[in-house]
């Protein structure tokens, strides 16, 4: 028989008595280098000690529970150049009886052949030995030339697997990219304001045993995981032939909390699985990849879908295909892309801001007299004042009364991110769509400015010229429909903002004073706002202090 060579564990850092959480191969198994064989996990991180080379394991040293260091041998390898060998005789020492001496002899002789190959144990610890490693942006979807808007990380900053490095932010979505493994921050790549898409170095990471767990997590789904991701297609379809809601959004919090091997997190991540959401039954908690698969397996047959994770439980049954045609003749038309980003992302918001809608009056019959005046005066310098100056400046002075409407709820839920700039979103009606653009530092600029910004910004958004920077940053948002009519409406809260004001037609109005009624012009407030943030009693004194200021043109300027 050839000789058998022990695979040791190679250096893994500053680690020492790790336990082996999972043993993932058999003797008999055929591994290639940088195949996974165990997964070992401290208090802190849990990694896959990859095999060196390739060959047929023979003997497994370890088992679940047991406790490791550098050095410690895990398995005894027959290497590919000799493992074709010794299968005949094998065969041939259980088929002949007589000798059964002579085999015995050559295995005994094996563990002496193999104390030699010690020497070499730097070629084990090599591949884990410290190394420099460019991390680059994933696969992040249907996205290009997407805006950095934060740097999570420094220079000499130690991560873990799936602590966020960059946060992105496209003109309706915000995300973080992942560490995809342990290590320290040797040189970051990019700064806030770049654009990056898929396979942008982001920064360069010093990894010191790290590189093991993120090759072998790419590894292991060619011998181990493939095989086990089969019952995923097939719950894409419930029993009955109807198909179930999605699986729900990943959140990256919760994800990168979870406690689960890198193999399992890449497992969940090719699945779209929210490991944040399973109870893994493996020791201490830890989820399996079976966890995953009776995870998925279920949400797609209770019809649990999207909806049910984002909106804590809401299951609705799934519409069910109507052939329009058999009632007589219609048109297909295409939605264009700001359509289905602005049907995803007002649905998303729908379902996961409780929404409350708060309606006011503001008597404008004096700012429009003054607005008129103002659009006579700058008419000849080609400047034409719109109301939706004066509800900017408005709008600001209403947020420096009631900071709550200028805050965010941080990703975690629990934290309220109080902002001290003040830039307000102004909703334009394009013939692709609505988009909103946003008008910065509203409170460092007069009306006429003002108008003269939102005249060239929404031509240029109807031009299609609104760069995506230009959609970013807003801290509240103004949709008016008073162009088109209307006395109220509920207009969706932009995700990350706490609230929207909406405004309708303006209208004469018979208003009782001094024992008479009097005609005054009546403009409709309808301010939506998120019921986690702000109560009802502060959603209605906002309105009311809004129309005081509408209502007194020069309260805009205190």
């Known amino acids: 028989m050839a000789d058998l060579k022990e695979i040791t564990v190679p250096d893994i850092g500053d680690f020492d008595a790790v336990e082996v959480i999972e043993v993932l191969i058999a003797p008999g198994d055929s591994v290639n280098a940088e195949d996974s064989l165990i997964t070992v996990e401290s208090d802190k991180a849990s990694m896959e000690i990859p095999s060196p080379e390739s060959g047929v394991i023979r003997e497994v040293k370890v088992k679940v529970g047991d406790k490791i260091s550098q050095g410690s041998v895990i398995v005894l390898m027959e290497p590919a150049g000799n493992a074709a060998a010794p299968q005949p005789e094998q065969k041939t020492a259980t088929a002949k009886t007589p000798e059964p001496a002579p085999q015995k002899t ?34 992040i979807g249907d996205f290009d030339s997407i805006p950095v808007i934060e740097v999570l990380v420094s220079p000499g900053d130690k991560v873990s697997p799936e602590d966020p490095l960059i946060t992105l932010e496209s003109d309706k979505a915000t995300m973080e990219i992942p560490s995809p493994g342990a290590g320290t921050i040797k040189e970051l790549l990019v700064k806030v304001g770049d654009k990056v898409s898929k396979e942008t170095p982001i920064l360069v990471m010093t990894t010191a045993g790290a590189p093991a767990p993120i090759q072998s997590s790419q590894a292991a789904p060619e011998t181990r995981p493939q095989p086990e991701s089969k019952p995923a297609p097939s719950a894409t379809q419930t029993d009955d032939g109807q198909r179930p809601a999605p699986l729900p959004p990943v959140n990256e919090t919760g994800f990168g909390k979870a406690h689960a091997s890198p193999a399992v997190r890449k497992f969940a991540r090719e699945l779209g699985a929210d490991i944040g959401r399973i109870q893994g039954t493996g020791p201490k908690g830890r989820i399996q990849k079976e966890d995953v698969q009776a995870y ?39 939605l264009s892309k700001i359509n289905k980003l602005t049907g995803k992302y007002t649905h998303r ?16 019959t004096e700012l429009e007299a003054f607005r008129k005046q103002l659009s006579a005066e700058y008419k000849d310098k080609g400047v034409k004042i719109t109301l939706i100056a004066f509800l900017l400046k408005a709008v600001v002075a209403a947020m420096r009364e009631y900071p709550r409407f200028n805050s965010s709820l941080d990703s975690s839920g629990e934290n309220l991110i109080l902002k001290k700039y003040f830039h307000i979103g102004v909703a334009v009606d394009t013939p692709d769509g609505l988009v909103v653009p946003v008008i910065r530092d509203v409170d460092q600029k007069g009306i006429v400015e003002l ?61 009782y004073e001094d024992g008479q009624f009097i005609p005054r012009l009546m403009l409709p407030l309808s301010l939506s706002y998120d019921h986690r943030v702000i109560d009802g009693v502060m959603g209605a004194r906002f309105t009311n202090y809004l129309s005081q200021v509408l209502s007194d043109v020069k309260r805009l300027l205190l």
């Open 451 to 511: 108008a003269g910004e939102i005249v060239d910004i929404a031509k240029r958004a109807r031009e299609k010229k609104i760069k995506p920077s230009e959609m970013q940053g807003g801290c509240f948002t103004i949709s008016s429909l008073g162009g088109v009519g209307g006395t109220a409406f509920t207009p969706i809260i932009n995700q990350r903002e706490v609230a929207i004001l909406g405004v309708s037609r303006s209208s004469m109005k018979p208003v």
């Open 296 to 334: 998925i397996k279920r949400i797609l047959t209770s019809g649990a879908g999207a909806s049910a994770g984002a909106a804590g439980g809401l299951q609705v049954a799934e519409l069910p295909e109507v052939d329009f045609a058999a009632f007589g003749d219609i048109e297909t038309q295409p």
């Open 106 to 139: 050559k295995p005994e002789a094996a563990p002496s052949a193999t104390v030699e190959p010690k020497k070499p144990e730097a070629a084990p610890s090599a591949p884990a030995a410290s190394e420099d490693k460019q991390v680059r942006v994933p696969d």
């Open 349 to 364: 918001s729908w379902v996961q801001i409780p929404h409350v809608t708060q309606f006011d009056e503001a008597d404008i």
